[in-house]
């Protein structure tokens, strides 16, 4: 559905994007997560045909953005970070008046907006003036907007931004229900909210892809995939002599606790899991062993790290 190949954007002297290069395929909710001024947004606007890049290629269903831009603006439908609504009109208006906007007839405008107006619950307030609306319901509306006339890809930026817990989860079920039957790239920089609702995430930072791949994925990026968390009662010294030699670690701490006990939290170096090693290490020494258990890197681990400058960078595999 979308082809990115050495995608690059500059503002004047500023680099927006740096050779940026992606695919989305057919019916994948991807999330573009990064800090404020990582070229989400930037990347979205390329592709809904809005912004031209400098270099590079950009296709969307095989048409190329630059010299097809109408047969892909057929094809998508695109929620900017702030949707320029018509606050003056009605809600239902402004959606058949978007629809006819975007090349649907008199018949199929008005069939289009009662499909979307259900399908984004906005019906109660399909006869409201969209200026008295909530901002939660103008998102929706925008999102209906995007909706209007069955495009294969939706580009989302920021849908999120404002809402309050309540109109988040309701908006972050919208998105899950869309992606059964669209392709959607959708921007961010709330992890939990690219975590919840998407099968893929790229990771930028000042204008570059710097990571890609699922949730689960990017979280076994981290040095091991997780940290082990032990409690066992041994002597300090003999712990540290054993454990030194279970595995080549990146951090092994040792915290006491009561009756002879120590908190052991183990960092491998490689993707391994460390708990099969202390549990038959533990059953050789005869330690008594009261927990064991693996603590995974959250999405918030590798986006700290990721977007770190390069000299903050060691500790990654």
Same mark, same amino acid.
């Given at each position: 559905?979308?082809?990115?190949?050495?995608?690059?954007?500059?503002?004047?002297?500023?680099?927006?994007?740096?050779?940026?290069?992606?695919?989305?395929?057919?019916?994948?909710?991807?999330?573009?997560?990064?800090?404020? +001024?990582? +070229?989400?947004?930037?990347?979205?606007?390329?592709?809904?045909?809005?912004?031209?890049?400098?270099? +590079?290629?950009?296709?969307?269903?095989?048409?190329?953005?630059?010299?097809?831009?109408?047969?892909?603006?057929?094809?998508?439908?695109?929620?900017?970070?702030?949707?320029?609504?018509?606050?003056?009109?009605? /809600?239902?208006?402004?959606?058949?008046?978007?629809?006819?906007?975007?090349?649907?007839?008199? !018949?199929?405008?008005?069939?289009?907006?009662? /499909?979307?107006?259900?399908?984004?619950?906005?019906?109660?307030?399909?006869?409201?003036?969209?200026?008295?609306?909530?901002?939660?319901? !103008?998102?929706?509306?925008?999102?209906?907007?995007?909706?209007?006339?069955?495009?294969?890809?939706?580009?989302?930026?920021?849908?999120?931004?404002?809402?309050?817990?309540?109109?988040?989860?309701?908006? !972050?079920?919208?998105?899950?229900?869309?992606?059964?039957?669209?392709?959607?790239?959708?921007?961010?920089?709330?992890?939990?909210?690219?975590?919840?609702?998407?099968?893929?995430?790229?990771? &930028?930072?000042?204008?570059?892809?710097?990571?890609?791949?699922?949730?689960?994925?990017?979280?076994?990026?981290?040095?091991?995939?997780?940290? /082990? /968390?032990?409690?066992?009662?041994?002597?300090?010294?003999?712990?540290?002599?054993? &454990?030194?030699? &279970?595995?080549?670690?990146?951090?092994?701490?040792?915290?006491?606790?009561?009756?002879?006990?120590?908190?052991?939290?183990?960092?491998?170096?490689?993707?391994?899991?460390?708990?099969?090693?202390?549990?038959?290490?533990?059953?050789?020494?005869?330690?008594?062993?009261?927990?064991?258990?693996?603590?995974?890197?959250?999405?918030?681990?590798?986006?700290?790290?990721?977007?770190?400058?390069?000299?903050?960078?060691?500790?990654?595999?």
């Amino acid at each position: 559905m979308i082809e990115v190949e050495h995608l690059h954007r500059r503002y004047g002297r500023k680099q927006a994007v740096v050779n940026v290069s992606f695919t989305v395929r057919r019916g994948e909710i991807v999330g573009l997560l990064g800090p404020n +001024g990582a +070229g989400k947004s930037t990347i979205l606007r390329i592709l809904a045909a809005y912004l031209p890049g400098t270099s +590079g290629t950009v296709r969307v269903a095989g048409f190329d953005v630059g010299r097809d831009s109408l047969e892909v603006r057929r094809r998508i439908g695109y929620m900017p970070e702030n949707n320029p609504l018509y606050l003056d009109l009605r /809600v239902r208006e402004y959606l058949k008046f978007r629809a006819r906007l975007k090349g649907l007839g008199f !018949r199929r405008s008005r069939l289009r907006a009662d /499909v979307v107006l259900e399908q984004c619950g906005l019906t109660d307030v399909a006869h409201q003036m969209i200026g008295t609306l909530s901002k939660g319901y !103008r998102q929706r509306v925008g999102l209906a907007d995007a909706l209007i006339h069955e495009p294969e890809l939706i580009l989302l930026d920021e849908p999120t931004i404002g809402l309050d817990p309540h109109q988040i989860r309701v908006f !972050r079920q919208l998105i899950r229900d869309l992606g059964r039957e669209h392709t959607i790239l959708l921007s961010s920089h709330i992890l939990h909210e690219v975590e919840m609702t998407s099968t893929r995430v790229l990771i &930028l930072n000042e204008g570059r892809i710097v990571v890609s791949g699922t949730p689960d994925e990017l979280r076994l990026r981290m040095a091991g995939g997780g940290q /082990v /968390v032990a409690e066992i009662q041994a002597g300090r010294a003999e712990l540290e002599a054993a &454990l030194e030699n &279970l595995a080549p670690l990146q951090e092994c701490v040792l915290s006491p606790l009561d009756d002879g006990y120590w908190q052991v939290q183990l960092t491998p170096r490689t993707v391994v899991d460390l708990r099969p090693a202390v549990y038959e290490l533990a059953v050789q020494r005869q330690w008594k062993l009261r927990e064991l258990a693996l603590r995974r890197h959250s999405l918030e681990d590798v986006f700290v790290q990721m977007t770190r400058g390069e000299e903050e960078q060691e500790g990654w595999e």
